[in-house]
């Protein structure tokens, strides 16, 4: 329903991150995605960013969002110990043909870039009606114009 992730892309970027170290290559983006309802809800971490550096797009069915993280470091400062990433990030999900891509919406809130997505009314749920091809007819009597004679239709017997 959701996304297609390419393994082979994660697991360049989880060894990229462990051997250049995560500081040397910038952030990481953490993501959850859930079906909540009629939508599927996607949470990106997205910790000390700015949220007018937060990009979000869509283009075809690739949701994109770009961010950055800037360091508070000041003229004159001696830095001491840099652990936190900082610098541009980007997360591509691949989206699958059953969201109302023209219905996404989404919130910044404490860290935590949450992108929501409708389920397209074509790929809801919805009941079908079943026939019963088994049920008989009743059956139906045509009388002939010659010599008066019945025949049955629909199988059954002639009254």
Known sequence: MLM????????DRLSESLWSGA???????????VRRGENVVLSFDLPGVDPDSVDLTVERNVLTVTAERRTDQR???QLLLRERPT?????????GDNLDLDAV?????????????PVAERAKA???????SE???????????AAGSQHQLAGGPAS
Not at 87 to 93: E, H, I, K, L, P
Not at 105 to 117: K, P
């Open 105 to 117: 919406s989404a919130d910044y809130a404490a860290g935590v870039l949450t992108v929501s997505i």
């Open 126 to 132: 919805r009941k079908v009606q079943i026939s019963n």
């Open 87 to 95: 610098g541009r990030v980007t997360r591509q999900m691949v989206l």
């Open 135 to 145: 049920r008989a007819e009743q059956p139906h009597v045509v009388e002939s114009s």
């Open 75 to 77: 003229e004159g400062d």
């Open 23 to 33: 500081r040397d290559r910038g952030m990481f983006v953490a993501v959850d995605a």
């Open 4 to 11: 297609h992730t390419d393994p082979f892309r994660e697991l």
